[in-house]
């Protein structure tokens, strides 16, 4: 169960990774990626990122570029957040395949 502290620096990161991450798509022509879900570690020092990337084809090249960039990812992160952070956790990218599983739902169930 998260606290109320967790939830509000959850959605702060998320909101600022996002912005981040739109940022450097705009390089990258012909992908998108989201954030969906941002979980905070109880101490406050683990962000646990889950990322959802179109084309999901590119999904895994672009994770390992992300997880290579993440140090300047979260330096990015603390020069947006230094108001309002005191330190800015350790961030870890996941892919989030949820839209992929409904998908292959979807299929199951109309065959």
Do not use: C, W
């Not at 702060?12 to 991450?21: H, N």
């Amino acid at each position: 169960m998260e606290t109320t502290r967790q939830n509000k620096i959850a959605r702060l990161i998320q909101k600022e990774i996002s912005e981040i991450f739109l940022g450097m798509t705009r390089q990258m022509h012909g992908t998108i990626v989201s954030t969906t879900i941002v979980r905070v570690s109880p101490d406050l020092s683990v962000a646990r990122i889950y990322l959802s990337i179109f084309p999901t084809e590119k999904s895994e090249e672009l994770l390992e570029f992300i997880n290579s960039k993440s140090v300047s990812i979260r330096h990015d992160l603390a020069a947006r957040t230094r108001f309002q952070l005191r330190t800015v956790p350790t961030l870890t990218f996941y892919k989030d395949d949820s839209l992929d599983y409904i998908d292959n739902i979807d299929k199951l169930l109309k065959s």
